[in-house]
């Protein structure tokens, strides 16, 4: 895939990085650090610049967010609770932990659609309970557009600082990404814990 995202690049230029990014935060498995460094490396060697790669990536990034924030909005919370209503009981859930996190997301979300803007995984996924939320779209999309802004900044510039070396950057990525993934499994683990003490309770 590395090698298909760089080709991709190299063709299309700024539409291209758009796409990708796109892509990128509709499809999450897609990875920005290759494109975002890359992208910064292009400014080195082709007619590409700083300020045009970050605004294409901010752009498509964007405009991906803006997808998943209307997919949770086709759910949205009426929609989640008549299935938990249903079937929440296989996994102990009950509506009042909907309205719950709902009301949590209404106190902290747009703090939390900035800062997990980036985070690898979640920067895209969390647009969908913004959705579902029925988050204000204009504030959403002043956090959204912050927090990608300061990522691709720093991803971009990085690709600059590092040249032709661009590609060492994946393996801090990796690292990064590996301890955000095992943070969200531990907190995994906890949720189902909770879950099954609550029901013996």
């Known amino acids: 895939m590395e090698n298909w995202i760089i080709h991709f690049m190299e063709q299309f230029g700024y539409p291209g990085i758009f796409i990708l990014i796109f892509l990128e935060n509709v499809f999450p498995p897609i990875p920005s650090e290759i494109i975002l460094t890359f992208g910064g490396f292009m400014t080195t060697h082709t007619r590409l610049n700083?300020?045009?790669?970050?605004?294409?990536?901010?752009?498509?990034?964007?405009?991906?967010?803006?997808?998943l924030?209307?997919?949770?909005?086709?759910?949205?919370?009426?929609?989640?609770?008549?299935?938990?209503?249903?079937?929440?009981?296989?996994?102990?859930?009950?509506?009042?932990?909907?309205?719950?996190?709902?009301?949590?997301?209404?106190?902290?979300?747009?703090?939390?659609?900035?800062?997990?803007?980036?985070?690898?995984?979640?920067?895209?996924?969390?647009?969908?309970?913004?959705?579902?939320?029925?988050?204000?779209?204009a504030p959403f999309l002043l956090y959204t557009t912050a927090g990608t802004f300061i990522w691709n900044v720093i991803l971009v510039g990085t690709g600059v600082a590092l040249g032709s070396s661009w590609e060492k950057i994946l393996s801090f990525m990796n690292v990064y990404s590996n301890a955000t993934y095992a943070v969200l499994g531990l907190g995994f683990i906890l949720f189902v814990v909770w879950v099954i003490r609550r029901g013996r309770k």
């Open 50 to 67: 700083v300020p045009g790669v970050v605004a294409a990536a901010t752009a498509g990034s964007v405009s991906g967010a803006s997808v």
């Open 69 to 137: 924030y209307g997919i949770g909005k086709l759910l949205n919370v009426e929609r989640l609770e008549r299935i938990v209503g249903r079937w929440g009981h296989i996994l102990r859930l009950k509506v009042s932990d909907i309205h719950k996190a709902d009301a949590w997301f209404d106190r902290y979300g747009y703090r939390t659609v900035f800062f997990c803007r980036m985070v690898p995984l979640i920067r895209s996924l969390i647009s969908i309970p913004a959705g579902m939320s029925d988050m204000k779209f």
